[in-house]
């Protein structure tokens, strides 16, 4: 049974960083890409970030380019994401989820969700 399990999450002042986890098992990492997404009150549900089976390829929404990184470590099963310059609008519950090999536009074709992790951007 695929699980995914993120971590990392907390209150933290405008500009900090955080670095967020996604411990993953009962699967091949390297079979799967991971996405990051995530929830603020009164929004959708959208993508940040996510990185392909291989590592080789990842994308960032707009919104994050430039400020968060997503790298993965197979030997440990983990993913993470790296979020610097950290702002108020990145308060929100954050989410991982798998889909097979390459990452996809659509938030449908991501499953085994996480019970995600609160961040918090305030001073």
């Known amino acids: 049974q695929s699980q995914l399990v993120e971590s990392g999450g907390g209150l933290v002042q405008p500009g900090g960083s955080l670095r967020l986890s996604c411990t993953t098992s009962?699967?091949?990492?390297?079979?799967?890409?991971i996405g990051w997404f995530r929830h603020a009150p009164g929004k959708a549900r959208d993508g940040a970030s996510c990185?392909?089976?291989?590592?080789?390829?990842?994308n960032y929404a707009d919104s994050v380019k430039g400020r968060f990184t997503i790298s993965r470590d197979t030997a440990k099963k983990t993913v993470y994401l790296q979020m610097n310059s950290l702002k108020p609008e990145d308060t929100a519950v954050y989410y991982c989820?798998?889909?097979?090999?390459?990452?996809?536009?659509?938030?449908?074709?991501?499953?085994?969700w996480g019970q995600g992790t609160q961040v918090t951007v305030s001073s």
């Open positions: 989820a798998l889909t097979l090999g390459y990452c996809s536009t659509s938030r449908a074709d991501f499953g085994s």
């Open positions: 009962g699967f091949r990492l390297d079979y799967y890409a």
């Open positions: 990185i392909s089976s291989s590592g080789g390829s990842t």
